[in-house]
């Protein structure tokens, strides 16, 4: 079932060029599950027509503060306490004006005086109006009265100016919506994430590498920025959009992933280490022994050419050597048979606290799918077999059992 199922959402929307892009936050959420309760300002209707609202949203449009869909009705505080979550995109810098001043002159802003759940503001307007010292103190008050934010982004706006003060894009908008939603219980702690394939380079023109994705990968990092967590993400090359708020730590080959996640465990940063590490990547175990600094001819008397491969440090046995009691280790198996067997062995010998293995020939498991077939196994015996799910699910399902680990840990 899609995170997205059940929720209501009430969207308002301020009168900015930016509105146009809300049809498209809502249609999102709509073909996400959601229900979505669109509640323009005034301003916001010329913008956007009640029409086109409804059609997206497929429900009644809520403009109008004294004009109740039933009679007896209070549409203002019946909204505010049914939505699981309040969307204002754009908020424009009257809207946040009036909001932080605790107005209630119309249908969305008495709304949102009434709110007391999680509330998203995503701004819009021109850069001067944005970095105006009232706007900034508007926008540090309603931070203050628990709305979050997300952006604005800098670029090119309609009113021909290019700065800061563009609405964030939808996709970016519901991934912040996503977080406002999810229980932080991640939150204060670190994780570090390997992702993706890594390249060994022959010559200038071939590589060895893999089918990973990075997908797997990137749900999990997904899933623990939603949970509260800070993300290291060191990742191989992959064609992924970067999620939001992880810092980003690209590599090529094994031996750059290993130099890079071993400086991320082993340093603190800012006073905290890292709690956590997943490695989901799919790491070269050998390179070769040397990369030539031409391209390799072809010899046309040889028939047959034989490489000579020098073998990769192992990072996960390397991280889980080096754990200092409290963090927690989890590694991955790709396994093409007797998974179950093999995965078992290689949690003993690379030492790790849990290891998730997938069979990567099963069909909608491993490189490359959308779906995965995991059984997470730890030290002790303790197993858990999963269906065939979501990666975004498989990722959510094992940060929860991080989650309990961890705890367990800090709890000794
Ligand atoms: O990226 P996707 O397309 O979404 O595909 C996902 C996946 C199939 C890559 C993922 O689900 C997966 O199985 N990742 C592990 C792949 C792998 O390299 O498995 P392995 O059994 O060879 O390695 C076991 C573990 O050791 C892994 O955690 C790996 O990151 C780690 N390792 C391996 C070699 C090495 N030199 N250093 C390592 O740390």
Known sequence: MSFWNGKQIVIGIGGGIAAYKSLE????????????V??????GLRFVTELTLQSLAGGPVHGELMQPRQPGEMDHIRL??????????????????????????DLLTALLLARRGPTLAAPAMNPAMWSHPAT???????REDGVRMIGPESGALACGESGEGRMAEPAAILEAARRA????????????????????????????????????????????????????LVHGPVALPPPPGARLLPVTTAGEMHATALKAWLEPRDGRE??????????????????????????????????????NPD??????????????????????????????????RKGCDLLAINDVTAPGCGFGSATNIVTLIGRDGWQESWPLLPKEEVAERLIRALHALLGQRHQT
């Open 25 to 36: 936050v809502i249609r999102r959420l709509r073909e996400a599950g959601a229900m979505v």
């Open 38 to 43: 669109p509640v323009p300002t005034p301003a």
């Open 80 to 105: 505010a306490r049914e939505a699981d979550l309040v969307i204002i995109a754009p908020a424009t810098a009257d809207l946040m004006a009036r909001m932080a001043a605790g107005q209630a002159d």
């Open 136 to 142: 900034q103190r508007n926008v540090a008050r309603l």
């Open 181 to 232: 939603l999810t229980p932080p219980i991640l939150a204060g702690r670190r994780f570090l994430i390997t992702a993706g394939p890594t390249r060994e380079e022959l010559d200038p023109v071939r590589f060895l590498t893999n089918h990973s994705s990075g997908k797997m990968g990137w749900e999990t990092a997904l899933a623990a920025l939603r949970a509260g967590a800070e993300v290291d």
């Open 274 to 311: 890292c709690d956590a590490a997943i490695l989901t990547a799919a790491v070269a175990d050998y390179r070769p022994a040397q990369r030539q600094p031409e391209k390799i001819k072809k010899e046309h008397e040889e028939p047959e050419m034989h490489l000579t491969l020098t073998q």
């Open 315 to 348: 990072i996960l046995a390397e991280l889980s050597a080096r754990a200092n009691g409290r963090q927690v280790v989890c590694g991955f198996a790709a396994e093409t048979g007797n998974a179950l067997e093999r995965g078992r062995e290689k949690l003993a």
